[in-house]
């Protein structure tokens, strides 16, 4: 942050400017316009989200990025010339630099580079509240520097330590000027504690499975709204202190970092948890999808999924592509998904929605809006419809030596008909597919 003090009379009130950022662009290859611009405008609601103010922005059309610079090398005198007449501090590139172009372009241009990557694991870096968000970062932080320290012992023991604009304390200062092999012993000790926190999360998490209520997560595309709608349910539910059980909503990229879980019980509907996770994004960083895989997979354990659409946004038919794409990646694309067509009340001009009135339920979608509260009860309905329609009938054999089974089973699901017999207890029932994966050894 630049501070620019200003001494009138006898005060001294400081001022905080944000850092000021260039954006650079490259339409290759076979590229849609449109797409472009929708990157570009994702890429300065990155920026913003990691308080930097966008200044300016800088676009090219190649047939292929440059080797060394990304951009070609007019380009680059032109981006130098820009960065002086804005006085920017640093440069925001929309795709994946290499470790060599950073490095040319940051000695070219003598100014802060960074790409969409190294952005949004600033941003995550910023965002992260919770000891184990803020190790899954430094983890993810590390491995991306890792590859990009080849060669550059010399300039990061110059620059002693991420005295850049964005370098953040924690995994910045200290750790830029390790050698690879105590980045390596780092990322081994984040890795050991992570795991210790994982198994600790699995109990907690094997105690919520086998209570009979059901789990639905809500998932989808960064900015959807899904904070939104798990603090109108909660509402809905008149919980006591409900203040302090509301999360963060705010229209800003990455809100939610860490994973939240709420027991959702409305007057006339079933009582089921809802967890609220970290949103996804397009080219979301794979070294952020491994680091925060455990946290994520607060989504694969449940028995549906809330897809969380903006429907005002014109990309949103890219949004589920992407969020989608993330659910195979974490192993949560077997899960039945309700798809929540959220932000229905902005009408969009032009589109073939306008006359659409919410809610509006159609075979396993919802129009509706949350921060409205339209379509709750509506959503609430189609939750326990899915629930409903997704049991299954099948036949139990369970050890009388295995009584806590027998008691989940009975419990949650619905019995048809019991048998005691020399092996155990032979049970028909109507389950959830939760209960048939928890028990399937004991299914004949
Ligand atoms: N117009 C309108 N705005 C909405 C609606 N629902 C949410 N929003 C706004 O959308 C913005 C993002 O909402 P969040 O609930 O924080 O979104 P999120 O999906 O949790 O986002 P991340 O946590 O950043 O991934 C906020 O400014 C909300 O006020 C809606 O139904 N209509
Ligand atoms: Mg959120």
Do not use: W
């Not at 430094?138 to 320290?149: G, I």
């Amino acid at each position: 942050m630049k501070t620019n003090t200003y001494e009138i009379s006898d005060a001294n009130i400081i001022i905080d400017k944000a850092p000021k950022a260039i954006l650079v662009g490259l339409m290759h290859g076979d590229m849609e316009s449109s797409k472009f611009d929708h990157s570009l405008s994702e890429l300065s609601e990155l920026a913003k989200a990691c308080d930097l103010e966008t200044v300016g922005t800088v676009t090219q059309t190649l047939p292929h990025p440059d080797h060394s610079t990304f951009i070609g090398s007019g380009k680059v005198e032109e981006l130098k010339n820009l960065i002086s007449m804005l006085d920017a501090d640093i440069i925001i590139f929309s795709d994946t630099l290499s470790p060599i172009q950073l490095r040319n372009l940051e000695k070219i241009l003598d100014t802060e580079v960074i790409d969409r990557t190294g952005l949004i694991l600033q941003i995550f870096a910023k965002r992260a509240r919770t000891r184990e968000s803020r190790m899954q970062v430094e983890y993810a932080q590390l491995q991306f520097m890792l590859p990009r320290l080849a060669g550059m012992r010399t300039e990061l023991s110059r620059q002693g330590g991420g005295s850049g604009r964005l370098s953040n304390k924690g995994a910045g200062e200290k750790k830029l000027e390790l050698d690879r092999r105590r980045i390596e012993k780092r990322m081994a000790e984040l890795r050991r504690e992570l795991e210790t926190i994982e198994r600790e999360r699995d109990t907690q998490r094997a105690k919520r499975l086998s209570s009979d209520v059901p789990r639905i997560s809500l998932v989808g595309y960064t900015n959807a709204g899904k904070s939104t709608l798990l603090n109108a349910l909660l509402e809905k539910s008149h919980v006591e202190d409900i203040d302090n059980k509301k999360v963060l909503q705010k229209d800003m990229l990455f809100a939610t970092l860490d994973t939240t879980v709420r027991r959702i019980s409305a007057p006339g509907h079933k009582p089921f948890l809802l967890s609220d996770t970290v949103g996804f994004i397009d080219e979301l960083p794979t070294t952020l999808v491994k680091a925060f895989r455990s946290t994520l997979a607060e989504a694969v354990y449940a028995d549906i999924l809330l897809e969380v659409i903006d429907f005002s946004d014109p990309e949103y038919m890219t949004h589920i592509e992407v969020t989608e794409r993330t659910l195979r990646e974490i192993g949560a694309g077997a899960i039945p998904i309700i798809y929540v067509f959220n932000k229905a009340d902005v009408v969009i001009a032009g589109s073939e929605h306008t006359s659409l009135e919410i809610p509006h339920v159609k075979s396993g979608r919802i129009y509706m809006s949350a921060e409205n509260g339209i379509g709750l009860d509506e959503l609430m309905t189609l939750i326990e419809k899915t629930l409903e329609g997704e049991k299954k009938e099948a036949t139990f054999l369970i050890p009388y030596s295995d009584g806590a089974a027998l008691y989940e089973l009975t419990s949650s699901a619905e019995v048809i008909s019991t048998e005691y017999t020399e092996g155990g207890t032979k049970l028909l029932v109507k389950c959830s597919m939760r209960d048939l994966k928890r028990h399937e050894n004991y299914i004949i």
